[in-house]
């Protein structure tokens, strides 16, 4: 069965410090991807970013950067030099190739302070 | 087009009464997709569409849940005789065909409240 686990239910920092927020999946399947989506207080999901299971390499994309470590079932998620704008509830997620439901994580609120 | 589209944004409803629910994809996507948000949990699977074909379903669709999406656009979920425990956010979702492992484009859901 496949499952996403997201230990840290709240992190607080304050601004400008950068935070990771953990991720660690479990499938039996060899192929699937992994995302993260990102709920600002205004409720909408937003997409952030897909990883397939064949790539191990890491991801940067502005402040976000994304560690993928098949070894050890994690997907983890870093923020650099947090901004208040980044506060929401982040979610890891997991879906198998050609499968047509996404398993979400219980999320991770992230509270950046002023 | 804008995006996802969900209608109405809140819902309060009496024990036992029905509602419906309706989602507007992205045109161009032939896949949609429903989930179910309670407090403090991540979105769980409710079922799936490619084009009019609801292709599958969550155990957690019980039978007083249906949800169809003639012609292959819009989408509606009903739920019949509703109880305090479907209090929930009722999220659509979609995406094209081809990128089903892309991420989804969510529309801002339907809050649903049964008193």
Redesign the interface.
């Known amino acids: 069965a496949q499952k996403v686990t997201q230990a840290q239910t709240e992190i607080s920092v304050v601004e400008k410090e950068d935070v990771t927020l953990d991720c660690v999946y479990e499938t039996r399947d060899t192929t699937y991807y992994l995302f993260w989506y990102k709920q600002p207080p205004s409720g909408e999901l937003v997409f952030l970013i897909r990883r397939n299971s064949f790539d191990e390499q890491n991801e940067i994309s502005g402040r976000y950067s994304w560690n993928f470590q098949k070894s050890t079932s994690s997907f983890n998620f870093t923020i650099t030099a947090s901004q208040v704008v980044d506060s929401a509830v982040y979610f890891c997620a997991l879906s198998e190739t050609g499968g047509f439901k996404t398993i979400f994580g219980a999320g991770t609120r992230l509270f950046v302070k002023a | 087009d804008t995006g996802v589209s969900q209608d109405p944004r809140h819902k309060i409803t009496k024990r036992g009464q029905n509602v419906t629910f309706r989602c507007d994809p992205i045109s161009e996507h032939n896949r949609l997709?429903w989930y179910r948000q309670t407090l403090?949990?991540?979105?769980?699977?409710l079922t799936?569409f490619q084009n009019e074909a609801q292709?599958?379903k969550?155990r957690l669709l019980s039978d007083r849940f249906s949800a169809e999406r003639p012609k292959g656009s819009f989408s509606t979920l009903e739920i019949q005789r509703t109880e305090q425990g479907d209090s929930a956010?009722y999220?659509c979702?979609s995406r094209a065909l081809r990128t089903?492992?892309?991420?989804?484009?969510?529309?801002?859901?339907t809050r649903l409240t049964v008193v």
């Open positions: 997709y403090g949990q991540g979105p769980e699977f799936y292709l599958e969550s956010m999220l979702a089903e492992n892309y991420g989804y484009t969510f529309g801002s859901g």
